[in-house]
């Protein structure tokens, strides 16, 4: 068979449409027969008279009507769907609702404290095992800093820029789940380890993001609607605080990239 043409195409699903409408309304009339039916049923015994009232006769008399017949037969009209722009008003609230802080990803819940287990060789021989090339991976491309060095410290004692932060045992507890993990060498393992080490090849900021999203989808953490929502706002929020900053770094006669810094905004 010839694949059909998007005439044809239109041809069935507006054939569809009027059969579905018509089912209805035949649905919709029978219905009404048979409550009559049974209303004549009660009234006929109360009465002492036959099942067979005139009400219910004047009802099947009705879906017998040409009338009837007529609008089954004739064509569903077309509805096209209603576009109306959101007044200003409410736009304008929504937008102010969003930008504010009331709609924000709640900070993450506090973690059973996770020791670490392994040494700090055993660490790096865990990622020289798991993640091809790794020992030639560079912090961010600097000759001579080496990203396993970084994750060994991470490994020990934190992510040196949430130092005295509320955030800093947990990335540092949720990295040494990733490690532990990795170690007992569960599914996913090298998955994960290769995430976290090609995030210690860019800035702090990144290798807390992956090693959250790593050690979560190990605790299986997920997000619900209103969560995942939440989390596009967040980055919507974050890219338009982005964009503020190139414009004021435009402004001082930027961007310069030795001499900004790494996190303006």
Known sequence: LSRPSSVNGQRLSQAVVNFAEKKRLADSYLKAAQVAGRRAAGEGKSLGASSRSPSRNAVLERLRNPAFDDRLSA??????????????????????????????????????EVPAKLSVQAVEEL????????????????????????????????????????????????LRLVVHYGSE?????????????????????????????????????????????????????????????YEKCVELGGPDEEKDPTHYE
């Not at 096209?80 to 609702?97: H, K, Q, S, T």
């Not at 600097?142 to 990335?171: M, P, W």
């Open 75 to 112: 064509p569903v009209p077309r509805q096209r769907p209603a576009r109306w722009p959101p007044p200003a008003a409410r736009m304008e609230r929504l937008v102010c609702e969003v930008a504010s802080p009331a709609v924000r990803l709640e900070p993450p819940s506090e973690l059973v």
């Open 185 to 245: 060498d569960r599914p996913d393992a090298a998955k994960y380890l290769q995430e976290v080490a090609e995030a210690f090849l860019d800035c702090q900021a990144v290798q807390a993001r992956v090693i959250q999203r790593a050690g979560f989808m190990i605790l299986g953490v997920g997000k619900d609607f209103r969560g995942l929502l939440l989390e596009l706002v967040a980055e919507y929020k974050q890219l338009a605080l982005k964009m503020l900053a």
């Open 127 to 174: 990622f020289v095992a798991k993640v091809p090339g790794v020992r030639d991976f560079l912090f961010r491309g600097k000759e001579g800093e080496y990203s396993l060095e970084y994750i060994k410290r991470a490994y020990e004692s934190g992510l040196r820029a949430f130092e005295d932060t509320d955030l800093h045992n947990h990335f540092m507890w949720l």
